[in-house]
Nanobody, 114 residues
Framework: QVQLVESGGGLVQAGGSLSLSCAAS????????LGWYRQAPGKQRELVAV???????NYADGVKGRFTISRDNAKNTVYLQMNSLKAEDTAVYYCWANSRGIYWGQGTQVTVSS
């Protein structure tokens, strides 16, 4: 089993910044990819950003240029720096890992007030 523990999130005004982090532990093998998804009320869970073991990144169109994903392989930790936040970024953000299986964190709330 792999455990993902998220931290960060909270309430911020539009235009502000927040950062999220997620540490993976447990029966880790090679982590192929780490990332973040989000789910807003009444909407499906959607990809925010993913980073591969080689450092390649992929972002949702709506966050490009505002969000930055990074990872520390030695710490098995992934980070999400969110700048220029908008009200539509309000959602529960979930950490995600692909390590011989798909794993999810418990989610952390991000609320952006307009």
């Amino acid at each position: 089993q792999v455990q993902l523990v998220e931290s960060g999130g909270g309430l911020v005004q539009a235009g502000g910044s927040l950062s999220l982090s997620c540490a993976a532990s447990g029966r880790l093998f090679s982590i192929n990819a780490l990332g973040w998804y989000r789910q807003a009320p009444g909407k499906q869970r959607e990809l925010v950003a993913v980073v591969t073991s080689g450092g390649g990144t992929n972002y949702a169109d709506g966050v490009k240029g505002r969000f930055t994903i990074s990872r520390d392989n030695a710490k098995n930790t992934v980070y999400l720096q969110m700048n220029s936040l908008k009200a539509e970024d309000t959602a529960v953000y979930y950490c995600w890992a692909n390590s011989r299986g798909i794993y999810w964190g418990q989610g952390t709330q991000v609320t952006v007030s307009s």
